[in-house]
């Protein structure tokens, strides 16, 4: 039987070990509030940033690292990823003699890119925000250690209670960008998809995938789609001098070269379905 550990099991690390045990696994979780994880999982109750790790099962088989930052801050960023997963490795190095993949969930965020620009894993890391630079600097610690790592650079996640864009839209928050705004998105399913998926490929996974679907978007596209959806204004255009932000479309060619396929490829049926509530966010 494979052996799961979920480390930092939130929304989308809870998909990841149902996926799993949907294939006979045995799963493991460790998170602050284990009350609030599924109970066909192992659960234990851990604060990675203070306490004690507990002991690891010397025959896990494959780890998920999924952290999510106590705050938005650097200081949170430095804790939460790059301290944690260097005591990560320690025990594993010493508790895990059987691991066949680690998978850690990075972003997009630590890429470049820029005037429509393709970006595929080729391209150099070029972090622009401090709490970029740490998660290129645990992607850095962690292929720099002697576990079979595989980075998973997800894009904007969304799905089941991500509803970032459409309560924009709803509270009259959203502005049409003035000029070029290319954004990239991953449902929170087809992540936890490819994570089980190259979890089956053994030796053949490559230490770095870029996760997105299969069509980059215009921003104002986007918004256009989910006001005629909920039958509201659409947005006015952004006047303010503000940074657009990044304006790059990245290519998941690589990932679907191993046979993986998003089962929603593009923000238009993703979002056709969590606005028919098709899912529910995990606790």
């Known amino acids: ?14 998909e990841t070990g149902l996926r799993f045990q949907a294939r006979g696994a045995q799963v493991t979780a460790w998170r602050r509030n284990p009350g609030r994880l599924p109970a066909t999982f192992h659960a234990h109750r851990v604060d990675l940033s203070t306490d004690e790790l507990p002991s690891i099962d010397p025959e896990t088989d494959i780890v ?22 260097g005591r990560l490795l320690d025990a594993l190095q010493e508790q895990a003699p059987n691991l066949s993949r680690f998978f850690y969930i990075s972003s997009t965020a630590v890429n470049a890119g820029h005037d429509g620009q393709w970006i595929d894993e080729q391209h150099p890391k070029a972090p622009s925000r401090d709490t970029a630079h740490i998660l290129a600097r645990t992607e850095d610690l962690l292929l720099g250690s002697a576990l079979p790592v595989t980075i998973l650079r997800a894009s904007g996640i969304y799905g ?9 839209i709803r509270n009259g928050q959203a502005r ?33 995938y870029l996760v997105t679907d299969n069509q980059p978007a215009q921003l ?25 932000g990044a304006d790059r479309r990245l290519s998941n060619a690589l990932l679907r070269s191993t046979g993986w396929e998003p089962t929603f490829p ?9 606005l028919r509530g098709s899912a529910a966010r995990h606790p």
């Open 1 to 14: 039987m494979t052996k799961v550990l979920l480390v930092s099991c939130g929304d989308v690390g809870i």
């Open 64 to 85: 998920v690292f999924t952290p999510v930052p106590a705050q938005r801050d650097a200081a949170s960023y430095e804790r939460d990823y790059l301290q944690t997963a």
């Open 160 to 168: 089941p209670g991500r509803n970032y864009l459409i309560n924009q």
């Open 176 to 208: 049409v960008p003035s000029g070029s705004r290319w954004t990239n998105r991953i449902h929170r399913d087809d992540l936890a998809k490819a994570v089980v998926h190259l979890a089956q490929l053994g030796t053949d996974v490559r230490e770095l």
């Open 220 to 244: 104002a596209e986007v918004y256009q789609y989910l006001a005629d959806s909920l039958r509201l204004p659409v947005p006015e255009p952004d006047k303010s001098k503000a940074a657009a």
């Open 266 to 274: 593009n923000y238009q049926e993703g979002y056709r379905a969590i």
